[in-house]
């Protein structure tokens, strides 16, 4: 029986070049597939603060028609008789009065309560709403914050001031719900625009 032995000196694996060679293609394919998934994340968070906007623009349209074109937040969610339920406590042009007006049930007045509220003639107190499905407002996605800035000048060409920790910018007056931030999306529309 004859024994082989290996031989002495002789090297299993890849040499110096082929190492080289590996990385630099793996260093090629980074360069081309990291930069798309950036973008990838920038379109996404462009979509769903288009998303964001759109549903809360319509949740304070419906608010206006319901309640003789007076906008969300314009008045306080304060004063109403909910018996049974939890009353709003927001003030006009606070995001308690925003956030209660468009998440709990309401009256013609914009007084809110977390339940409709039958009264002792069979009435509902609060026959309008909830507009947002939600217990809060939802973060603007690019500036991941909920703050809202208000205005009541009733301009319908608002812009965003990008004020650091703000999210949203709205007018009570004329119903205008914005992102407030001027910075630009992966198409070059700023966001304010939007």
């Not at 290996?6 to 793996?26: C, D, H, K, N, Y």
């Not at 939600?134 to 914050?145: E, F, G, I, K, Q």
Request: net charge negative.
């Amino acid at each position: 029986m004859t024994t082989y032995y290996p031989m002495r000196g002789a090297q299993s694996g890849f040499t110096l070049v082929e190492r080289l060679i590996v990385a630099i293609i793996l260093a090629i394919l980074a360069a081309i597939v990291v930069p798309q998934f950036a973008a990838s994340t920038n379109d996404a968070r462009a979509s769903a603060l288009r998303s964001n906007i759109s549903n809360i623009r319509g949740a304070i349209d419906l608010y206006a028609q319901q309640h003789g074109g007076t906008f969300p937040a314009a008045v306080a969610s304060t004063g109403g008789t909910c018996t049974g339920g939890t009353a709003g406590t927001g003030a006009a042009d606070t995001v308690a009065a925003l956030t209660e007006q468009l998440t709990r049930y309401s009256n013609a007045s914009g007084q809110t309560c977390s339940i409709q509220d039958i009264g002792g003639d069979g009435s509902i107190e609060f026959p309008f709403g909830p507009y947002v499905k939600s217990d809060s407002l939802p973060a603007n996605p690019v500036t991941d914050t909920a703050a809202v800035k208000f205005e009541s000048t009733g301009d319908l060409a608002m812009r965003a001031q990008a004020t650091p920790g703000l999210g949203w910018r709205y007018d009570t007056t004329s119903g205008k719900f914005i992102a407030d931030d001027d910075s630009l999306d992966p198409s070059g529309v700023a966001y304010d625009t939007y």
